[in-house]
T-cell receptor, first 114, second 114 residues
Framework: NAGVTQTPKFQVLKTGQSMTLQCAQD?????MSWYRQDPGMGLRLIHY???????DQGEVPNGYNVSRSTTEDFPLRLLSAAPSQTSVYFC?????????????FGNGTRLTVT | AQKVTQAQTEISVVEKEDVTLDCVYE???????LFWYKQPPSGELVFLIR??????QNEISGRYSWNFQKSTSSFNFTITASQVVDSAVYFC???????????FGTGTRLQVTL
C-alpha cells in the first residue's frame, strides 16, 4: 500500500529552469493538494483539486501550474524557478474535498533554487 | 478566510511532564472540521485527530487528549506524561468544506528531554 508517492525527494535547480514535481496516490482519493513548507510559515496551500479535470488556486499559487488528468496523479509544475521557491513541497490526498476527510501526505520534495 | 493562531512557537519540557499545545482559530463557516497533525524530526506529516464543529465532546486517546471549545474558538491538545518520542512540530488546522481548504497554523515545536 504505497499511499501518496512524491518524486523526486531532492532537487536542485538553477534560476529560470522549469521542472515538474510528481505526485501519485493509489487510494482512489478525490481530493489532492500541494503545500509548501517554509521555516516559521507552517504549510501553505499552493493548488488543489477536488476531482479529475478540476483544479483551483490556494494561498500561494503564483509561479506554479497544476493539472489533474487522472484521479491518481497531480503534478506540480514550476514554470521558471526562482530562489523564493526554495522550500519543501508536500503533496496530499483525501477521500473527499468537502467532508473533512484526513489528508494523507507524501514524504515531501526538498527543492533548492540557486 | 480561515485563520489559525498557535501562539506557542516552541515548548521544552522534561520527560513525564504534561504539556498543552494551544490553538485558536477563526472561521466564518458554521460547519467546519479541526485537525491536529504531527511532524517528527524525520519530516513526514502524521494525522492525529479530527473533530467536527458539532461535536464539542472532549476526547482522550491514550496519553493524548483534546479540548474543543467552540465558544472561544479553541482546540487545545494535551500530552500527558510526555516522552522523548513526542518531540515534534504539532500543527493545528481548520477545514471548511465550502472552500475545500485545510489551513495550517505555524506550528508549535515540542522538545521533550530526559
Amino acid at each position: 500500500n504505497a499511499g501518496v508517492t512524491q518524486t523526486p525527494k531532492f532537487q536542485v535547480l538553477k534560476t529560470g529552469q522549469s521542472m515538474t514535481l510528481q505526485c501519485a496516490q493509489d487510494m482512489n482519493h478525490e481530493y489532492m493538494s500541494w503545500y509548501r513548507q517554509d521555516p516559521g510559515m507552517g504549510l501553505r496551500l499552493i493548488h488543489y483539486s477536488v476531482g479529475a479535470g478540476i483544479t483551483d488556486q490556494g494561498e500561494v499559487p503564483n509561479g506554479y501550474n497544476v493539472s489533474r488528468s487522472t484521479t491518481e496523479d497531480f503534478p506540480l509544475r514550476l514554470l521558471s524557478a526562482a530562489p523564493s521557491q526554495t522550500s519543501v513541497y508536500f503533496c496530499a490526498s483525501s477521500q473527499s474535498g468537502t467532508e473533512g476527510s484526513p489528508l494523507h501526505f507524501g514524504n515531501g520534495t526538498r527543492l533548492t533554487v540557486t | 478566510a480561515q485563520k489559525v493562531t498557535q501562539a506557542q512557537t516552541e515548548i521544552s519540557v522534561v520527560e513525564k511532564e504534561d504539556v498543552t499545545l494551544d490553538c485558536v482559530y477563526e472561521t466564518r463557516d458554521t460547519t467546519y472540521y479541526l485537525f491536529w497533525y504531527k511532524q517528527p524530526p524525520s519530516g513526514e506529516l502524521v494525522f492525529l485527530i479530527r473533530r467536527n464543529s458539532f461535536d464539542e465532546q472532549n476526547e482522550i486517546s491514550g496519553r493524548y487528549s483534546w479540548n474543543f471549545q467552540k465558544s472561544t474558538s479553541s482546540f487545545n491538545f494535551t500530552i500527558t506524561a510526555s516522552q522523548v518520542v513526542d518531540s515534534a512540530v504539532y500543527f493545528c488546522a481548520p477545514f471548511t468544506g465550502t472552500a475545500s481548504k485545510l489551513t495550517f497554523g505555524t506550528g508549535t515545536r515540542l522538545q521533550v528531554t530526559l
